[in-house]
């Protein structure tokens, strides 16, 4: 059947062939009235935010409105280098909406090529539409793997299964007969049909359910979330601390209110880490937009965080291990049967099915059809069932039935006929057996009594960069879990063909225990898994889960769908049906295994990296509230002036964190966020603060006359300088000649500041004489020494 993709509702194909079937549709004047009357299927999309969403979500923000008021009263009562902290901001959240808006183009871009297009009759001929193209009364045609996209009810079945368990929770197929109505968020396991469409937009059944569930995912993250904790504990934090620092200030101020003032803002501003959240969010976005360049499309960002935290991934071979097409290497007659009999039976089963799977394909493709057999009767392939039939009216006018499926299944254990099977499984191959039927199709116990008839032997071919991506998932200590419907043992060779461990021993999931526990257990001992059902796929996701394992599970068939679903990280092939691409939140457009390192990578960079970086942050708000508390209960003027925070937060945070943020980083993902960040940032922070204010009392007790304060604040800058640049050095780790130059160059830039002249005056830093210079190195060195045995203390105490 010859079809073409409409991009609007009125739209209608030219030169297709008539479509087969009594019902031919609504007219091409139909279709514009009911355009006209707007019943179209208007749904919300799955689409990220809007651009007026992530402006507003970057610029107003409660720690922006914090830092834009006090921005303004610098302005008023201090030179212009003490406001640069705002035009940090104004910068900062620029890049930040950029780099947002240029991953929601590389998402959107994706999503349109990756959107389901469903087949509609109209005027008799069947076109592909855009799900939005669809309107009142259209007649959807349906096929294996292929989702409902809105409500209808049943018009052409020709054994037709709909899995509803996404919307009801019930397990088994339904089988649909015309007039039996469809729900849109079910889809086909079997069979094939049509149905008019009755309910389209928001007043279909899944479109309610999804309208709020579908939208931007962003913030639903264990690092968001974390981000969003750190968040709360500083507001508490700054709070009572702040308004403490503005009473003591106005009482303790020596150099006038203005100055007083300038200082006061000087202290509140590092309490808040206004940085974090934007490096967490351009983190994400490059994330996306370089997934996006390997034709990645991640339809919910936490996805990239998911799957670096993954420690098991569930692999189902057909189409992710090995490519979608077969060839059929041999057709082995049984019990003597004629060649050419058996080969006139095959091209009539595959021409009797209008959607062929990829196993049925082959034998199409070697066996064309006559058409001088014709189909009286036609059972589609369930992966339930793991077969499929067809009874036929021969050319001499004789009846026959035939089934075509899985030899374990069809026949008794002791069937001679299976003999011939272990050796071709061994080799890696798939076998189908022939068989001819005794009963009814459409019986239950229609494989009972069924005659051999030939052994069908298909080549499955590997994927190239399957061996390779295995490899990288032992090597990062991810166990990889083979799960197939095939037979375990043709399953097996082919995994150790990819040098996948432990794929010697294959285990038939027909032998798993039903218990959770140990099934979960039995899952943890075996690597590969064969002729394991749809319903099997989704327990053995369960039982993985139940262990504590964070589980990814990859596939491309409708037999995939409900373990996709309930797995931690789906992921899909492009090529996949449309109802496994709708529940993944990962789809491989060009159809390559080899693309999940690359998400597994940019997970761990976004994990391993913001966790650095935010202990950064929150050390420098740990000090500054300390410092706070310091300068009140010793009734002491505030140490330093805004700019010198801001040229301290750029050179040992701002800048390096930037880089650091962005930087390749392997390390497996580790659980507590939150927690990993405290036990580290803490005591840095506590270390930091008590030497740069031991350095300040002791520079207000070494320095009087004129020019006081600005000694007494140089010194303290140098020590909180020498100190930050410690914890970046520490937090560098490990070394590399980019991060080393990194932090060196950091150094060189404040050295620069101190000797040349104008800058100097622009910051305000002059060391006055030696003493106190070198006191403040020396107090340094000691606070370094803390930091290294404090670092390594909590190192040991908290191992995860």
């Given at each position: ?22 019902l ?7 279709v ?15 689409s ?12 107003f923000?409660r720690?922006n ?5 006090l ?25 930040g ?7 929601k183009k ?5 999503a ?12 008799g001929r ?8 669809i ?15 809105v ?7 020709d054994?037709?299964?709909?899995d509803?368990?996404l ?5 088994d ?16 396991v ?7 469409a009755t ?46 620092l ?5 009482v ?15 202290g ?7 940085g974090l ?6 983190a994400?976005?490059?994330g996306v937009?370089r ?7 991640v ?8 799957l ?5 991934v ?5 189409g992710?291990?090995t ?6 290497t ?7 049967q ?9 091209a009539?089963?595959g021409?009797?099915?209008?959607r ?16 001088t ?6 059972l ?11 009874a ?40 189908l057996?022939l ?7 459409d019986?239950p ?13 298909l ?6 960069d ?10 990062e ?14 399953v097996?060779?082919?995994?150790q063909?990819l ?10 999931a027909?032998?798993l225990p ?13 690597a590969?898994?064969?002729r394991v ?27 995939d ?5 309930d ?29 999940l ?29 300390l410092?706070?508390i ?15 925070l ?17 930087a ?5 993902a ?7 960040v405290?036990?580290?940032?803490i005591?840095?922070?506590v ?12 520079a207000?007790h ?47 830039c ?10 100097q005056?622009f ?15 020396a ?22």
């Amino acid at each position: 059947m010859t079809q073409r993709a409409l991009d609007s509702p009125g739209e209608q194909p030219d030169a297709v062939p008539p479509a087969s079937g009594p019902l031919h549709g609504l007219s091409a004047a139909e279709v514009a009235e009911r355009v006209a009357r707007g019943e179209v299927n208007d749904v919300p999309v799955r689409s990220s935010r809007s651009v007026a969403e992530i402006v507003r979500a970057n610029v107003f923000t409660r720690f922006n409105l914090i830092i834009g008021v006090l921005w303004v009263l610098v302005l008023f009562v201090a030179p212009v280098q003490d406001s640069l902290f705002g035009f940090v901001i104004i910068a900062n959240t620029g890049i930040g909406v950029i780099q947002e808006w240029r991953a929601k183009k590389t998402l959107d871009g994706l999503a349109v090529v990756g959107e389901a297009k469903p087949t509609v009759r109209r005027d008799g001929r069947a076109a592909e539409v855009s799900v939005s193209g669809i309107v009142l009364g259209d007649l959807v045609e349906l096929g294996p793997g292929d989702k409902v996209v809105v409500d209808g009810t049943v018009a052409e079945a020709d054994g037709l299964e709909i899995d509803e368990s996404l919307l009801t929770g019930e397990a088994d197929p339904v089988i649909k007969r015309p007039g039996d109505p469809v729900m849109s968020g079910s889809f086909v396991v079997a069979g094939g049909g049509a149905f008019t469409a009755t309910k389209v937009g928001r007043e279909a059944y899944a479109a309610q359910l999804a309208e709020e569930a579908s939208r931007f995912t962003l913030v639903q993250s264990e690092l968001r979330s974390g981000i969003s904790t750190i968040l709360k504990y500083v507001t508490w934090m700054m709070v009572p601390t702040s308004i403490g620092l503005i009473v003591s200030q106005l009482v303790a101020k020596e150099h006038g209110l203005k100055e007083s003032a300038a200082r006061t803002i000087g202290g509140i501003v590092p309490m808040i880490p206004e940085g974090l959240v934007l490096l967490t969010s351009v983190a994400f976005a490059i994330g996306v937009i370089r997934l996006g360049r390997k034709q990645c499309l991640v339809q919910e960002l936490p996805a990239i965080e998911g799957l670096a935290r993954v420690d098991v991934v569930c692999l189902d071979k057909t189409g992710t291990l090995t490519e979608g097409g077969m060839d059929v290497t041999e057709v082995r007659p049984l019990n003597g049967q004629d060649q050419a009999y058996v080969q006139r039976v095959l091209a009539a089963l595959g021409a009797s099915d209008p959607r062929p799977n990829a196993s049925l394909q082959a034998i199409v493709d070697a066996h064309p059809d006559d058409g001088t057999w014709k189909a009286t009767q036609t059972l589609p392939f369930s992966s339930a069932r793991k077969y499929s039939g067809a009874a036929f009216t021969e050319g001499d006018g004789s009846a026959s039935a035939w089934l075509l499926g899985a030899p374990d299944v069809l026949l008794e254990a002791d069937d001679p006929a299976l003999a011939s099977t272990g050796h071709l499984n061994e080799q890696g191959l798939r076998v189908l057996l022939l068989a001819r039927s005794r009963g009814a199709l459409d019986a239950p116990d229609a494989a009972s009594g069924a005659t051999p008839a030939a052994l069908v032997v298909l080549e499955q071919r590997l994927r190239p960069d399957a061996e390779e991506t295995l490899a990288y998932f032992e090597e990062e200590r991810v166990d990889a879990k083979i799960i197939s419907g095939d037979n375990a043992v043709s399953v097996g060779a082919v995994a150790q063909k990819l040098g996948l461990p432990g794929a010697e021993h294959p285990l038939d999931a027909r032998k798993l225990p039903a218990g959770q526990n140990e099934m979960a257990s039995e899952i943890e001992r075996n690597a590969v898994f064969g002729r394991v059902t749809p319903q099997q796929k989704r327990d053995m996701v369960a039982a993985l889960q139940s262990r504590g394992h964070t589980v990814a599970m990859t596939g491309d068939g409708v037999n995939d769908v409900l373990a996709l679903k309930d797995a931690d990280i789906g992921v899909s092939m492009g090529s996949g049906s449309e109802a496994t691409r709708a529940v993944a939140q990962i789809v491989l457009m060009n159809n390559s295994f080899a693309t999940l390192p690359s998400v597994v990578a940019e997970g761990r960079r976004v994990i391993g990296n913001i966790t650095r970086v935010a202990t950064l942050f929150l050390t420098k708000t740990v000090y500054s509230v300390l410092l706070a508390i310091l300068v009140v209960c010793f009734q002491v003027e505030y140490p330093f002036l805004p700019r010198h925070l801001t040229l301290l937060s750029t050179l040992t945070i701002g800048v390096p964190a930037f880089f650091l943020a962005l930087a390749p980083n392997k390390e497996r993902a580790r659980p507590h966020f939150v927690h990993r960040v405290m036990r580290y940032s803490i005591p840095s922070g506590v270390i930091a603060g008590a030497a740069t204010f031991a350095t300040y009392l002791l520079a207000r007790h070494h320095y009087t006359g004129p020019g006081q304060l600005d000694a007494e604040t140089s010194a303290a800058t140098l020590t909180l300088f020498l100190v930050s640049m410690w914890v970046l050095a520490i937090i560098a780790r490990p070394y590399t000649w980019w991060r080393l130059a990194l932090v060196a160059s950091m150094g060189l830039c404040f050295l620069v500041v101190l000797v040349v002249p104008a800058l100097q005056h622009f910051f305000a830093l002059k060391l006055v004489g030696s003493v106190m210079p070198w006191t403040a190195v020396a107090i340094s060195v000691v606070a370094a020494a803390a930091l290294e045995l404090a670092w390594r203390l909590v190192g040991r105490r908290f191992r995860s």
